[in-house]
């Protein structure tokens, strides 16, 4: 009978093992509420919630709702909360409810909600900031209730995807500035509260909504209450400065659709009615005169016009675009969001880039083969390179809004490159053949009446020239909007060669990495040494750094550190340094800093910060750098991509810059003077010729040193 038991025990734990693996809650959802937790400040409120370890779903977390392993709500109104809502909440793929409202939550809104969100509650807190951009992307979201914080600035023109939205509450904010024109998209839109806020402007784009509740109290909004909204169900209007008098009648022949929907059998209908035939007659045949004017003028532009467009359109359609985060992304979600995410903000007015074969090639915006991608070329050639100045003479020029918004088509979202800590970045195709990449601005970061302020700016970073630094070729500033302009490098960013693997990509050689590391070391110091007054970056991390078409790199970002007002959303985990608490916090060294986790990147080919590792291996420097000094261990985190194809001294020597970079204090860290000045001695050492550049090479470099 002892065999028959055992058997049976053997069975009865494996099928309760599985039931309990069965039930495990997916590791995204997991490690995007602990760090939720954390940033809450642990509250002793959330029953059940763990800083490490837990199963939300089988474990019952308060206010946690799951169907199978995935998270699908999150209710935690209520609670006296207080801290912000983390860096992670992109990685809640599966949540449709989210409601964290009256609690004392402080802090901007983070750019990356739950993506698939149907209801979002976050009013009664103290939110300051904008409306997050990802908001723009969430196309089957309800309801959405914002009212109530602390957001101030103008509303980006961000509404025209949200077709589904049938609530919005933007009440009791510090909101100013027109009403943006894509609130005209909001189909489905029901009930809207704007109340208490600082808008301007007339509220026409309303019009031709289906509203049955309508609040608009206590603004500024000037111009005359269409009539088309006056038959709302519910309308509040008072506060505001009206103009008297009649209203202007609306423009012939172009009555609204909502007014039709809700005008009573008399009224409207009875003044229409009153039209001549012989008005109404001349009305259409101008009509008819117009369309038929715009229909050959288009049909002279669209063969030439609509190529410009073709691929992007494609390649919106073949995905969808997913912002990105930050660097503490699970391997699952990683290789997702490195494809559509390229933040390509960058000039080199020095490279070679082949316009007609960008204007020409059929997967624009596609990584090209490896032969075409990398072109090596030996030591002299790169020093070479590096004393080149560029010219000075370049100047960035004033681009009209009507120019860009055809050249994006519209920012289109098959333009979309990719969203960073301040803006979206749009792929812009001229009729010529010139791609640029334009950084739009959120307008919410500029405070009101401070215009003038983008202009500083501008000159600022027309005065950068240096051969590893991003250029400005061009601004607009119009309207409420505020976009730099970049030449376009289709080579991307250094974070998609090291951390996207695709049939296309060829791994970086050894002696490129330290390339890399030296022309972006440069660029560093010239921004804490070479400029009048010195510039600190505060964002230097690889996703900024972008490579052209032989490999040299282009700081990006350079310039915009006055726009980095939250340091917990600007690097993430993994980039800043210990004393970044907050923005005052950032100094030269801390630059330093960032820089040495980007040098890690290079050796180790690994993530700065990646939740789906063990809890000791999660943080790329608290993990490397007691091994940085060990030769046997050192050799184990070399990137195996590189397939043993380095010299073990120059690994060495790269290792202690990297040491010296991110140490715990900052005092004791090097200028970034000293820092290059040790990458170019490990270029001055390369004896590395162009065979042992070759990853199919069938032997080891060990015979050869820096």
């Known amino acids: 009978m002892f065999p028959h038991f055992v058997g049976f025990s053997i069975v009865f734990f494996a099928i309760l093992d599985t039931s309990l693996v069965l039930s495990k809650t997916d590791a995204p959802d997991v490690s995007a509420l602990r760090v939720m937790y954390g940033s809450l400040n642990s509250p002793s409120q959330l029953t059940g919630w763990k ?132 609130f005209g998209s909001l189909s489905s839109l029901t009930t809207l509260y704007l109340q208490n806020n600082q808008f301007t402007g007339p509220i026409n784009v309303l019009a031709n909504l289906s509203l049955d509740d309508l609040n608009v109290k206590n603004n500024q909004f000037t111009g005359w209450i269409p009539s088309e909204l006056e038959n709302i169900n519910n309308l509040q209007t008072g506060g505001n400065s009206w103009s008297s008098g009649p209203a202007p009648p609306p423009p012939p022949g172009a009555p609204s659709a909502h007014a039709s929907r809700h005008s009573t059998k008399g009224g409207k209908e009875g003044k229409r009615s009153a039209l001549s035939g012989a008005v109404i007659a001349g009305i259409v045949l101008g009509i008819l005169v117009v369309v038929a004017i715009l229909i050959a003028l288009l049909s002279r532009k669209s063969s030439s016009a609509s190529s410009h467009y073709l691929d992007e359109v494609r ?66 050639e ?182 980095h007002q939250s340091t917990s959303q600007n690097l993430g985990v993994g980039y800043n340094a210990p004393e970044c608490t907050k923005p005052s916090a950032y100094t030269m060294k801390s630059d330093v800093y960032s820089f040495g986790v980007v040098m890690l990147e290079l050796l180790t080919g690994q993530m700065p910060f990646d939740s789906s590792k063990p809890r000791s291996e999660q943080s790329l420097v608290r993990w490397a750098t007691p091994q940085l000094h060990d030769i046997d261990a050192l050799a184990k985190m070399v990137d195996p991509a590189l397939r043993g194809l380095y010299p073990p001294k120059s690994l060495s020597r790269f290792a202690d810059v990297i040491a010296l970079c991110v140490q715990l204090e900052p005092e004791f860290r090097p200028p970034m003077s000293e820092v290059v000045q040790a990458l170019v001695r490990l270029v001055q050492r390369s004896s590395m010729n162009k065979r042992g550049e070759d990853l199919g090479a069938s032997r080891r470099m060990d015979d050869f040193d820096y």
């Open 382 to 563: 790169f020093e070479n390179r590096l004393k080149v100045k560029k010219s000075t003479s370049i100047r960035a020029t004033c681009h009209s809004l009507a120019d860009l918004q055809t050249a994006t088509g519209n920012f289109a979202t098959g333009r979309l490159l990719g969203e960073g800590s301040i803006g979206r970045v749009y792929r812009a195709k001229y009729a010529d053949g010139k791609v640029l990449a334009v950084k739009k601005i959120d307008s919410s970061l500029f405070q009101r009446g401070e215009l003038g302020n983008f202009t500083a700016i501008i000159s600022n970073i027309s005065k950068l020239h240096h051969p590893n630094i991003a250029e400005l070729v061009g601004y607009c500033s119009e309207q409420g909007h505020n976009m730099l302009m970049y030449e376009y490098f289709r080579n991307g960013s250094l974070h998609e060669f090291l951390h996207l693997s695709d049939d296309y990509s060829k791994p970086l050689t050894w002696n490129t990495r330290v390339r890399i590391a030296l022309g972006t070391a440069r660029a560093v110091e010239y921004l804490h040494e070479g400029c009048s007054p010195s510039s600190v970056h505060k964002n230097i991390k690889s996703s900024n750094i972008l490579l052209d078409m032989e490999l040299n790199p282009h700081l990006s970002d350079c310039g915009l550190a006055n726009f």
């Open 51 to 182: 800083s490490s370890g837990g199963d939300p779903c089988g474990q019952s977390w308060k206010g946690i709702k799951c169907s199978g392993s995935s998270v699908t709500e999150i209710r935690l109104s209520d609670l006296g909360l207080t801290g912000s809502m983390g860096y992670q909440l992109s990685s809640l793929t599966s949540v449709t409810y989210f409601d964290l409202s009256n609690n004392n939550l402080k802090g901007d809104i983070p750019y990356q909600l739950p993506p698939n969100t149907l209801h979002i509650d976050l009013s009664g807190n103290g939110f300051t900031g904008g409306v997050p951009y990802s908001i723009s992307q969430m196309t089957d979201l309800k309801y959405l209730n914002l009212g109530q914080n602390q957001l101030s600035g103008q509303l980006s023109d961000m509404f025209g995807q949200l077709p589904k939205l049938t609530e919005m509450d933007l009440s009791s904010n510090s909101l100013s500035g027109n009403l943006p024109q894509s």
């Open 315 to 380: 390649l919106s359609q073949r995905r969808p675009f997913t912002p990105l985060s930050s660097q503490e992304l699970s391997n699952d979600l990683r290789s997702d969001i490195c494809k559509d995410y390229k933040e390509l903000k960058s000039l080199d007015s020095s490279s070679a880039i082949d316009v007609r074969a960008l204007q020409t090639s059929p997967s624009i915006g596609l990584k090209p083969p490896p032969s075409d991608r990398i072109n090596s070329f030996n030591d002299a």
